[in-house]
């Protein structure tokens, strides 16, 4: 895959929706100095490119129900990919599951995991064991203050 040539205004859109993706076109244009239909044009590219893959709002956990925050170290058995490809989609398909990477290391996958309570969690790990056979298993690490949270990607 080819990636998309991004020009100083580029850079500069792509910082500022990923420190509020809630602007308008209004606002961005006044920001960047382009127009607005130049920003809307410009965020299209980006979409259709696959660099801004979706905008969405963060939500701080502990304003909800009590929710705790996991990450869990998964090992397999073996690494091929038709014993792979079934843990994974099972991963994606699991809204508990906040992100999943393949890494590594002493574990295969890393997985940070919110559930609202030691119980929820443990439901959780106890199907994914049962509905993936090729996890050997995972370590668990209970996340106790968040210091930093975030997804900001430096685009220049």
Request: aromatic share 6%; glycine share 4%; hydrophobic share 45%.
């Amino acid at each position: 895959m080819r990636s998309l040539q991004l020009d100083p205004l580029d850079c500069q859109l792509l910082d500022l929706l990923q420190a509020d993706a809630g602007r308008t076109n209004e606002q961005l244009a006044l920001e960047v100095g382009l127009s607005p239909s130049a920003i809307q044009r410009r965020i299209r590219r980006l979409e259709a490119a696959g660099v801004i893959e979706r905008r969405v709002a963060l939500v701080d956990p502990a304003r909800l129900a009590s929710s705790a925050l996991f990450v869990v170290g998964v090992e397999v058995e073996r690494e091929r990919p038709e014993l792979v490809q079934p843990l994974r989609a099972w991963l994606r398909n699991q809204p508990a599951v906040q992100q999943a990477y393949y890494v590594t290391g002493s574990a295969d996958y890393v997985l940070l995991v919110t559930a609202p309570s030691i119980a929820e969690f443990d439901a959780l790990m106890t199907r994914m064991m049962s509905d993936n056979p090729n996890v050997r298993r995972f370590t668990t690490n209970v996340v106790m203050t968040a210091i930093k949270r975030g997804l900001f990607v430096p685009a220049g």
